[in-house]
Structure formats: C-alpha cells, structure tokens
C-alpha cells in the first residue's frame, strides 16, 4: 500500500512559479511511476506529467511544456512538479499518481494504483 500527500499549491500572479511536491509512504515508491494529473471546474482530469521510476524518461502534455519540469529524489522518496511561467488556463486541483509498473507511465489516471487526495493551484490574471 502507498499513500500520496500532494503539497506546494496555492496562489500566484500569471508568469509566476510553484513546485508542487508529491510525498509517498513505503519503501518501495522509489521503483514506481509517478503521474500529475489536474481537474478545473466542469471539466474532466487531464494529463500533465509523468516519470519513470529511474526518472530516465518524463512524459509532459504539449500545453506544458518547456514550462513545467517533473522530478523526482528516491532519497526523500518525493516527486516533484516545477511549474513556471504559469497561466490562468493552469488554474486546477493537481493530482499525483503512482503505478508499480514502474517503467510504464500512462496518460490516464485510474491506470495508476494509487492516486492522491490533491492539490489547488490558482493563477491570476
């Protein structure tokens, strides 16, 4: 069993930064693969990031990237999501979500095992 705690949410102007950080429980989140997610209001969950568990490869949906970098740290067992030059379109609840399989990463969320309870991120205009 692993249990994921999302932290590093809040408000921002747009053009502003955030990391959000993705904390799981157990030994063995280390070889997982780990998934952000988000949900905006009236709209479905959406792929964002992802990364193997040797963090060799990382997966990003296009309106992200060059803009958000994921990352992880197997010594403090956290998975993190840089978010830069943030636009009110970015605005959502952020999820992390982690699967064993950890070479194989997936752009839809109940694919992985385990999912977090979420994070808010609101960018202003």
């Known amino acids: 069993q692993v249990q994921l705690v999302e932290s590093g949410g809040g408000l921002v102007q747009a053009g502003g930064s955030l990391r959000l950080s993705c904390a799981g429980s157990g030994r063995t989140f280390s070889s997982y693969a780990v998934g952000w997610f988000r949900q905006a209001p009236g709209k479905e969950r959406e792929f964002v990031a992802a990364?193997?568990?040797?963090?060799?490869?990382?997966y990003y949906t296009d309106s992200v990237k060059g803009r958000f970098t994921i990352s992880r740290d197997s010594a403090k067992n956290t998975v993190y999501l840089q978010m830069n030059s943030l636009k009110p379109e970015d605005t959502a609840v952020y999820y992390c979500a982690a699967d064993p399989r950890g070479d194989i990463v997936s752009y839809v969320y109940r694919r992985y095992a385990y999912g977090g309870q979420g994070t808010q991120v609101t960018v202003s205009s």
């Open positions: 990364i193997t568990w040797s963090g060799g490869s990382t």
